[in-house]
């Protein structure tokens, strides 16, 4: 069970090689207690090698394998049943996603359809699943690692932005849903942050470290919030986002 301090016997990543993932485990994993970590992913990832170690440098006693592929829907019961059957978890990460190019995803048909079954269909298809798991033992905190592109839907990025905000609501929901049985969720909310996933993008006013997202994570889990804006400014833009007219967010360059 998560401890007052923040550690762990059992953490679950899905999404097992994302970087911003691997730095929240880290976190949790640094607080001490050589917790077990699963690793959900792709077993024929190139960086899964790489996983194992981040996550054994930073304090973990033992990491286990599962294969996770996120546009496998069907596959997602076996995966979380392999996941929880050494007993329980206490905290599940749900940090896999992808951004794609943007002006390409609104016309194109498949790569659009894709991007939303890996940002919003799996993340609903694994969340319900831990829902139910983390219900029947009683405890257990899910992270779900969102954007503040799901706050304000924006024409640069609407198909991902889209995605992100059905995720971003359905997690705040099973949140709800989950409050009297001793489950708890905290949605996470980075914009840009500096990962291989962003390089060769320009970089965007109030980007962020991988480790500045795992710091806000896992403090916002800790204190039992609901959602956390990694840079503490987005909360009040976001607000005023949601009150600008049509007209002038079209005039607007981001």
Same mark, same amino acid.
């Given at each position: 069970?998560?401890?007052? =301090?923040?550690?762990?016997q +059992?953490i679950?990543?899905? !999404?097992?090689?994302?970087? #911003?993932? *691997?730095?929240? &485990?880290?976190?949790l994993a ?6 077990t970590?699963t ?5 024929d ?5 790489a996983?194992?170690a ?26 979380i ?12 990460v ?26 919003y269909t799996?993340?609903l298809?694994?969340? =319900?699943?831990?829902?139910? +798991?983390?219900?029947?033992? !009683?405890?257990?905190?899910? #992270?779900? *690692?969102?954007? &503040?592109?799901?706050?304000k ?7 991902y932005?889209?995605?992100k905000a ?15 049985s001793g489950?708890?969720v905290t949605?996470v909310?980075p914009g840009?942050?500096r ?8 970089e965007?006013p109030?980007?962020?470290n991988?480790?500045d997202?795992?710091q ?11 959602s956390?804006?990694?840079?503490k400014?987005?909360?009040?833009i ?8 049509a007209?002038?967010m079209r005039?607007?360059?981001f």
């Amino acid at each position: 069970m998560l401890n007052a =301090v923040g550690q762990a016997q +059992h953490i679950l990543l899905l !999404g097992g090689t994302s970087e #911003i993932g *691997l730095a929240i &485990v880290g976190e949790l994993a640094s607080r001490g207690g050589s917790p077990t970590v699963t690793l959900a992913a792709r077993q024929d990832s190139p960086r899964i090698d790489a996983a194992v170690a981040d996550v054994t440098a930073a304090g973990a006693g033992q990491v286990r394998l599962v294969d996770f592929d996120a546009l496998d829907v069907s596959s997602h019961p076996d995966v979380i049943d392999a996941a929880f059957q050494d007993g329980d978890v206490d905290v599940a990460v749900v940090a896999f996603g992808t951004l794609g190019d943007q002006e390409q995803l609104w016309q194109d048909h498949a790569a659009a359809v894709e991007s939303a079954q890996i940002n919003y269909t799996a993340a609903l298809s694994v969340g =319900v699943l831990l829902g139910q +798991h983390l219900r029947a033992q !009683g405890h257990g905190t899910i #992270i779900a *690692l969102s954007s &503040v592109a799901g706050q304000k839907v924006r024409r640069s990025n609407f198909v991902y932005g889209a995605s992100k905000a059905g995720m971003d609501n359905f997690y705040l929901q099973l949140g709800e849903a989950l409050r009297d049985s001793g489950v708890r969720v905290t949605v996470v909310r980075p914009g840009q942050v500096r990962t291989k996933m962003t390089e060769g993008l320009g970089e965007a006013p109030l980007t962020v470290n991988k480790e500045d997202v795992a710091q806000a994570a896992v403090s916002a889990a800790l204190e039992g919030q609901r959602s956390v804006f990694v840079h503490k400014a987005f909360g009040p833009i976001s607000f005023v986002l949601q009150h600008i007219p049509a007209p002038i967010m079209r005039r607007l360059s981001f």
